[in-house]
């Protein structure tokens, strides 16, 4: 069974930093893209930040630009992400997701749809 696990998550004051972590479990994803998603309360889930099977390429949403940096450890099976610089608007749930096409098989930055893999959410708030 596949799982991706979420943690790191809490809550923090306005500037300050948070480093989630998503651990996969049930396969490898190291051929596979993975990002991350939020989603705050009453709003539809948006893309983050995803990071191509190497890390070699990042990809981020506007909004976390130059705040947010998204690492991964294939041989732990894990990605990161360091949140900085965080705002109240950050404040949401934030979910793990994976590509289950490998990378030769895929486009970057991968479609939305094309992730089938997700994680069940870490509760990040930002106070003000």
């Known amino acids: 069974q596949v799982q991706l696990v979420e943690s790191g998550g809490g809550l923090v004051q306005a500037g300050g930093s948070l480093r989630l972590s998503c651990v996969a479990s049930g396969r490898t994803f190291s051929t596979n893209t993975m990002a991350w998603f939020r989603q705050a309360p009453g709003k539809e889930r948006d893309f983050v930040a995803a990071?191509?099977?190497?890390?070699?390429?990042?990809y981020y949403a506007d909004s976390v630009k130059g705040r947010f940096t998204l690492s991964r450890d294939n041989a732990k099976n894990t990605v990161y992400l360091q949140m900085n610089s965080l705002k109240p608007e950050d404040t949401a749930v934030y979910y793990c997701?994976?590509?289950?096409?490998?990378?030769?098989?895929?486009?970057?930055?991968?479609?939305?749809?094309?992730?089938?893999?997700w994680g069940q959410g870490t509760q990040v708030t930002v106070s003000s």
């Open positions: 990071i191509s099977w190497n890390g070699g390429s990042t």
């Open positions: 997701a994976a590509e289950s096409l490998p990378f030769y098989r895929s486009t970057w930055p991968p479609r939305r749809s094309s992730y089938d893999y």
